[in-house]
């Protein structure tokens, strides 16, 4: 696996929370901890999230929601809407995929993202042509996101 440091020039580094959970059927609690599998079609979780965008050009508040597929193999695969309320009060679009695998921590998800931003404002206008590769990880006992962007 690449090394941080030759993964290209840091844009972001995401802490963030989880501040709601929509369930469509199944128990997004037993299915993060093992205690259930999901069914065959897989089970769709919808995660909300708000917290800290930190990088060298691009601070702010980022919330979003992540549309989760778990599917019944263990993978679950990441479909993120948000947007980044920069510190000058600009918005920055975000979208990432990806996918989480669970880590050899119990309920802790080992996470990688492909994404892009795209904005307006003149002042982020260097935002739109960015191809994102990210890493981090997802923490379900404690709610936390920890995740670093890179520009590829």
Not at 115 to 132: C, D, E, I, K, M
Request: charged share 20%; glycine share 12%; no cysteine.
């Amino acid at each position: 696996m690449a090394s941080e440091s030759t993964i290209g020039e840091l844009v972001y580094e995401v802490k963030a929370s989880l501040t709601s959970i929509t369930e469509h059927g199944v128990s997004f609690e037993k299915l993060a901890s093992g205690g259930m599998l999901p069914p065959p079609e897989g089970a769709r979780v919808d995660v909300a999230f708000e917290g800290e965008v930190a990088g060298p050009r691009l601070k702010g508040r980022l919330s979003g929601v992540d549309y989760l597929h778990m599917r019944a193999d263990g993978r679950i695969d990441l479909h993120i809407h948000a947007s980044i309320t920069a510190d000058d009060g600009e918005r920055v679009a975000f979208f990432a995929d990806g996918v989480a695998t669970p880590s050899d921590t119990p309920g802790v998800f080992n996470l990688r993202e492909n994404a892009t931003l795209q904005s307006g404002s003149p002042a982020y206008q260097w935002v739109n042509g960015l191809q994102v590769w990210a890493i981090g990880t997802a923490n379900v006992g404690t709610g936390e996101l920890n995740v670093k962007g890179y520009a590829a």
